[in-house]
């Protein structure tokens, strides 16, 4: 497969992935301000509840369709790592950087500089504890004691090569097989279709393929790491994980509290 089919597919893999998180925040933002906002939310409360629904349904529908089976011929996360396998030729297994050595500038290869995703530090526990130690040591001699870092704030920086970087993501979509499964099947069986399983018994469907929002959340972050790292490789282009102004909704509560507070005199 060429470059440039490759690039196409991340990006629309990223596009889908952008759509998940903007559903996901709005739905955050809803989550955590509701109790703050009630008078301004029962101004609109149908609006709300059905804009809160349809998120849902639209994050879970996103979610689905990039965690399609990777055996499918559905562009997915899945379908992605096992094209860059496959292809791996195509990405630069080095980053080449120039350096100034005795006034001229020399081009040279060098690994990929990487932090370490939560999801991703369990396979590197050997260089997470040594990277915490070392930190600690640092803050006991420099930082004040408010300024103590904890263990998981420490960034883990890793040096790796391009296919070592596939790897690693293959790795994590291995260990989010359970996650990638119920988001499917309840994309299938709630959302998708009028399923007999739905009909006859909703509340077990939720309990067997339940999925919590931090599941969402490990999803989301997952699918844009991996398509903003392959289009970064590929075309040097750094993809934004948000839309700027995706915070906006309690922006918009606060007017109508303003406009509640003028009516009321």
């Known amino acids: ?11 629309q893999l990223y596009d889908e992935c952008l759509c998940a998180a903007s ?29 809160f629904s349809a998120l849902q349904k639209a994050c879970f529908m996103e979610l689905a369709k990039l965690y399609e089976s990777s055996n499918s011929k559905v562009n997915s996360i899945g379908r992605l790592l096992k094209i860059s396998e496959e292809n791996i030729s195509v990405f630069p297994e080095y980053k080449e950087v120039e350096i100034n050595e005795n006034g001229r500038t020399v081009k040279q290869k060098r690994k990929y500089r990487h932090e370490l995703s939560a999801l991703e530090k369990v396979f590197y526990k050997s260089e997470v504890e040594s990277q915490i130690n070392f930190t600690k040591v640092l803050s006991e001699v420099f930082a ?15 040096e790796l090569t391009f ?13 989010l097989s359970k996650e990638r499964k119920c988001v499917r099947i309840q994309r299938n069986k709630l959302y998708a279709h009028n399923d007999i399983e739905l009909i006859e018994n909703e509340e077990i469907l939720h309990q067997k393929n339940g999925i919590l929002y931090k599941d969402i959340k490990k999803l989301i972050d997952f699918g844009f790491d991996v398509t903003i790292a392959i289009i970064g490789v590929l075309t040097g282009i750094n993809k934004a994980r948000s ?6 909704l309690e922006h918009t509560l606060r007017f109508v509290k303003i406009g509640i507070e003028s009516q009321n005199g």
């Open 23 to 51: 559903y996901f925040s709005i739905i955050e933002q809803y989550r955590k301000i509701k109790n703050r906002y009630i008078d301004e939310i029962n101004m609109s409360p149908a609006f709300y509840e059905h804009a």
């Open 1 to 11: 497969m060429e470059k440039d089919e490759i690039v196409s597919i991340a990006n």
């Open 243 to 248: 839309y700027s102004n995706i915070n906006d």
């Open 144 to 158: 004040k004691k408010d300024d103590i870092v904890k263990d998981e704030d420490v960034p883990i920086i890793i």
């Open 163 to 175: 296919s070592e970087y596939i790897k690693l993501f293959q790795k994590v979509y291995s260990s």
